[in-house]
């Protein structure tokens, strides 16, 4: 158990604000948990558990006891006629791991490629891009009970996976209640890829690269090699110009409302999805609410996609906070949509 005292946060969270951990541990195995939870300071003090940072805004020092999530390893665990079952440790970075899936000859993660943050906290957001969520190749974990110390292991049904959402994001309101923000630590996540292959293709950037290479059955490396293509020419770069990625989620409203946009907004993005609802891209709203490119102090809208706010120099967690609020309650005024911020503010 390796711990550090008044660590700073800066390379640790993707939008690049200045904070501290009072105390940091690292955590690189059960055991090291273990010892937290033993320990006569540690053990019994509030805490918050850090992967990537990449999900994040910090609104100061962050007082819990930091949990830094750095348990390692990558294999190959089944190899059957229907799957191929691949494990990682949380602590593992998501596109190097999903890089190493396909160098092994494991595809079926490629639609998630450049989606920053570690493989631990994939299942907790329930990542997702391109026609692909996490949930839709998830095996199984295991986590660590903060609590009692106890490991145990959740599938699918039991993570509770929605729209960017998953138990983890939610913390029990009583006794009984399967909450487990704030309780429960993941170790290790599994993912069973199907076989045969089948690309995912079908959005309109996909498309455009299929035209542009003349290639109508591209094979899971090139779908990749598009998307990491697609997202660097999107998305700033975090060690670049600090942000956390898409900020808002994509509201969904029923068909009813969606005319009623679509009836004063003709050109609005919308896409109906499987359930009768109809997805709206929180981008085109922020856009469409002039958002583009303008600041808060030090906090900003991307240029290229009203989607993501960065730090452009100095940013503080406030400044990113009251950007969020005055897109939320300009897009609100104007369509009657309230955005829902992904990152978690600390």
């Not at 639609?111 to 906290?121: D, K, Q, W, Y």
């Not at 660097?232 to 409203?253: C, E, H, M, Q």
């Not at 609005?268 to 808060?296: E, R």
């Amino acid at each position: 158990m390796i711990v550090e005292q008044n660590v700073p946060l800066q390379a640790h969270n993707s939008f690049g604000i200045v904070a501290k951990a009072r105390t940091l541990v690292r955590v690189r195995s059960e055991a090291d948990v273990q010892q937290v939870l033993a320990h006569p300071e540690y053990g019994s003090i509030p805490k918050f558990i850090l992967g990537g940072g990449s999900n994040i805004v910090l609104t100061g020092d962050v007082r819990p006891l930091v949990l830094k999530v750095e348990v390692a390893g990558r294999r190959l665990i089944e190899d059957g006629p229907r799957a191929q079952v691949v494990e990682a440790g949380a602590g593992e970075n998501w596109h190097e791991f999903l890089t190493w899936t396909l160098d092994q000859g494991c595809p079926g993660l490629e639609n998630l490629a450049l989606i920053p943050g570690t493989v631990g906290a994939s299942p907790v957001q329930n990542i997702g891009a391109y026609g692909v969520e996490l949930q839709d190749r998830f095996e199984s974990l295991d986590a660590i009970d903060l609590f009692t110390g106890k490991t145990f292991s959740l599938d699918a049904a039991q993570c509770a996976f929605g729209y960017r959402d998953s138990v983890f994001k939610h913390i029990a309101a009583k006794e009984g209640d399967f909450g487990l923000g704030g309780r429960a630590m993941i170790l290790r996540v599994r993912f069973r890829l199907p076989k045969p292959w089948k690309p995912v293709l079908g959005y309109l950037d996909l498309e455009r690269k299929m035209q542009e290479s003349g290639t109508r059955q591209p094979t899971a490396r090139q779908i990749y090699d598009w998307i990491c293509a697609i997202r660097s020419a999107k998305l700033p770069d975090p060690r670049v110009i600090g942000n956390a990625g898409s900020f808002f989620k994509n509201p969904t409203v029923t068909p009813e409302q969606c005319q009623d946009i679509i009836a004063r907004e003709p050109n609005i993005v919308h896409y109906p999805m499987p359930d009768g609802s109809v997805k709206l891209a929180a981008g085109w709203l922020i856009d469409a609410c002039g958002w583009k490119g303008k600041s808060v102090g030090n906090a900003g809208v991307y240029e290229k996609q009203a989607l993501v706010l960065v730090n452009r120099g100095g940013a503080t967690g406030g400044e990113v906070v009251t950007l969020a609020r005055a897109i939320q309650t300009s897009v609100y005024e104007r369509f009657g949509i309230r955005l829902e911020p992904e990152p978690v503010v600390v």
